[in-house]
């Protein structure tokens, strides 16, 4: 298997986080009363941590439970409130993260047409997969918030709601300091990082799961704690009417679900803005197609269901180290550099297909800051394949349901674009980053600001270090450059304070005028060849706009 991004999967053995771990910016600071909050449920104690770049104290609660234990008759249901806990409760660590798995690592996809089933012949006993322990149970549905400031000394902040990547397989909330984010907006906004539920736990498809349980459960955690943020975020100093999300990747494709969700009709409103870097969007099927269906009954046969009377209800009874295993290996037999567990469109809380709901203009909010990378998907195409990767075949691969003549005008369309592997790493970061953001910035018109990431090497998940610029060893990114840094920075910060990136609380700021996107306006964010910042206004390229107008007519092809 491929070595993971880094950026994109930290949560994995690459770079595994302490739960009592503190990032080197930051330091506990002891020389006052810790703060509690009462949500009603339980009273959390938080912890002050000092800022060690700027020397501001925050205040930071770690591990605030929002919803109640998916295990057990709760697994693959709907999250719900929490269980009244008595007694003050220490917000002082990192929550442990939901069960993880990673990328597809197959040279063909499992899912090829015709394909009745997988095939797979896994024996889960022997599995290597990631296992449940106690640091990383079942049970992970927890949020960190980080507050500018001591406890109360702010009031009616606006609210950033980031939400982590992953493929929506793996993440968690212990890779990202929220104190670079309050830095970054001069202690202008609150954080609040979320858990949900991943891969097959959080975003098991079919029938079945339709009639015995809940579609999509991942995605309905993300909205049950937006709801928590609604309910409690006003007993931190935040204004639950000026919530900004926020992801990267999966976490971009999240905030697109959300946006999308109930057919733009979410009532009462949960978010007033949206920002995306790097949105995700891979095939999305209807729950009971073919390909949902075989993964369904891939997860049942692997953990022994097949001949029970109610196959869902003795997935709920699998000890969780048999499905955890069977999680592992089925996300593994993926096409490489895909992800299988992915959202469905459910009839409910995703009505449609994602290409659909866009075109309708039907959005939960009217405001959208958008980001991708300059070269989004080589870090999911395997280089080795340099000199025998053929194009169509690496269509049909990752689109196993497109037909052959769409196959044969899109190997049209990127032939001049260079070699063989240029082009599909072209198609895999155009096809399921850059043209969904392109889609979705359409539907929010003249509101709608667009960024490129540039700065070598340009890969998918770069920019991540430069806003959680923490999760750098030393806690600089590539290019510590501080008036790059804080422009690239600061355009998310003063977007969620301000809902335009031109309103800046930093008078240094070098950002030139932002236009919006209208359909060709963007802000380059590069260095030069002397290593000087490069941050100025381009436009969108033409033969980007086409080559993504061609996947968007095929969209029902391609399942998005």
Not at 106 to 133: M, Y
Not at 173 to 186: K, P, Y
Not at 235 to 254: H, L, M, N
Not at 424 to 430: D, L, R, T
Request: glycine share 10%.
């Amino acid at each position: 298997m491929k070595i993971y991004f880094i950026k994109e999967l930290v949560a994995l053995s690459l770079c595994v986080i302490s739960a009592s771990a503190v990032p080197a910016t930051t330091a506990p600071d002891a020389t006052s009363a810790s703060p509690t909050v009462n949500l009603g449920y339980a009273t959390y104690q938080g912890i002050l941590v000092k800022d060690t770049v700027t020397n501001q104290t925050n205040t930071n609660f770690l591990g605030v439970r929002y919803a109640a234990p998916p295990t057990g008759a709760a697994r693959f249901r709907a999250a719900r409130p929490p269980a009244f806990t008595a007694g003050v409760q220490v917000a002082g660590a990192q929550p442990a993260g939901c069960l993880a798995a990673g990328e597809g690592s197959a040279p063909t996809t499992p899912f090829r047409a015709g394909a009745t089933s997988l095939n797979l012949n896994i024996n889960v006993k022997g599995s290597t997969g990631q296992v449940a322990t106690a640091t990383d149970p079942e049970d992970c549905l927890f949020l960190n918030v980080f507050v500018p400031g001591t406890l109360g000394s702010k009031k009616n902040l606006p609210v950033v709601f980031w939400i982590h990547g992953g493929g929506y397989v793996a993440g968690s909330a212990a890779q990202f300091t929220g104190n670079d984010i309050l830095r970054e907006s001069g202690g202008g906004v609150i954080l609040v990082v979320i858990q949900y539920r991943l891969g097959l736990f959080g975003f098991l498809p079919g029938q079945k799961v339709k009639q015995g349980g809940v579609l999509n459960a991942g995605l309905l955690d993300q909205q049950f704690a937006l709801q928590w943020v609604q309910e409690h975020i006003t007993k931190f100093g935040g204004d639950p009417t000026k919530v900004t999300i926020w992801g990267e990747s999966a976490g971009a494709g999240s905030v697109m679900q959300q946006v999308m969700a109930n057919g733009g009709r979410t009532s009462p409103p949960l978010f007033r803005a949206a920002m995306t870097s790097s949105t995700f969007l891979p095939s999305q099927y209807a729950f009971n197609d073919r390909i949902p269906e075989l993964l369904f009954s891939e997860v049942v046969a692997q953990t022994n269901c097949t001949s029970a009377k109610d196959s869902l209800e003795c997935l709920r009874s699998v000890d969780v180290n048999t499905l955890q295993a069977a999680n592992t290996e089925i996300n593994a037999s993926g096409f490489f550099g895909t992800f299988v567990f992915v959202p469905v469109i459910d009839g409910t809380f995703i009505t449609e297909s994602p290409t659909k709901l866009l075109q309708q203009g039907k959005i939960n909010s009217k405001f959208l800051l958008s980001v991708t990378n300059a070269f989004e998907g080589t870090s999911f195409v395997n280089q080795n394949t340099a000199n025998t990767v053929q194009v169509p075949d690496y269509i049909s691969q990752l689109f196993p349901n497109i037909g052959p003549a769409a196959i044969e005008a899109a190997t049209a369309l990127y032939a001049g674009l260079g070699t063989n592997i240029f082009q599909v790493n072209a198609i895999m970061g155009e096809t399921i980053f850059i043209c969904p953001t392109l889609l979705i910035m359409r539907a929010f018109g003249n509101n709608a600001f667009k960024g490129e990431f540039a700065i070598p090497p340009g890969t998918h998940g770069e920019d991540v270090g430069f806003y959680f610029p923490s999760t750098n060893a030393g806690g600089k990114p590539s290019f510590a450059n501080p008036d790059f840094d804080n422009a690239f920075s600061e355009a998310f910060t003063d977007f969620a304070m301000s809902l335009n990136p031109n309103v800046k609380f930093d008078p240094t700021n070098i950002t030139p005028l932002w236009k919006p996107w209208a359909g060709q306006n963007e802000m380059l964010f590069n260095k030069t060849t002397a290593n000087q910042p490069d941050v100025r206004a381009i436009t969108t390229a033409k033969d980007l706009i086409q080559r993504c107008a061609f996947w968007e007519s095929v969209s029902a092809q391609t399942a998005q």
